[in-house]
């Protein structure tokens, strides 16, 4: 678990970096770079709503649901690269739903 963990914030770290650096040669805005770096903490508010629905679900639905969702999310990210279809709004959107699922994990 401990090596998962690890791999999880390493490969977050570095999507994080290539993610701004991306929303920065796109937009040349650091507006949109902070809209960016905010979307990513969207969790933070409804941390407390995700803590009732954690208790009554069970932490290990949760855990599993949470790690399975950052697979998705960095897979669309990739399939969207590949394809040539990634755009700023796309990466906002990923990020905002990365950020609700980092706080689902940071409660179990």
């Known amino acids: ?6 791999a999880l914030s390493t490969a ?3 999507e994080i ?3 701004s650096w991306y929303i920065l040669g796109q937009t040349e805005s ?11 903490f969207t969790g933070t508010v409804i941390a407390p709503f ?12 949760i ?3 949470a790690r399975i969702s950052f697979v998705i999310l960095s897979s669309s990210i990739f399939i969207l690269t590949l394809f040539d279809l990634l755009s700023v709004i796309a ?7 990365v950020g609700l699922s980092r706080s689902l994990d940071m409660i179990v």
């Open 30 to 40: 650091p507006l949109v770079l902070g809209i960016f770096a905010a979307l990513r």
């Open 91 to 97: 990466v906002l959107i990923i990020a905002a739903l």
């Open 12 to 14: 977050e770290f570095m």
């Open 63 to 65: 855990y599993i649901f």
């Open 1 to 6: 678990m401990w090596f998962g963990d690890l």
């Open 50 to 61: 995700f803590g009732v629905i954690v208790d009554s679900l069970g932490r290990r639905r």
């Open 17 to 19: 970096l290539i993610l």
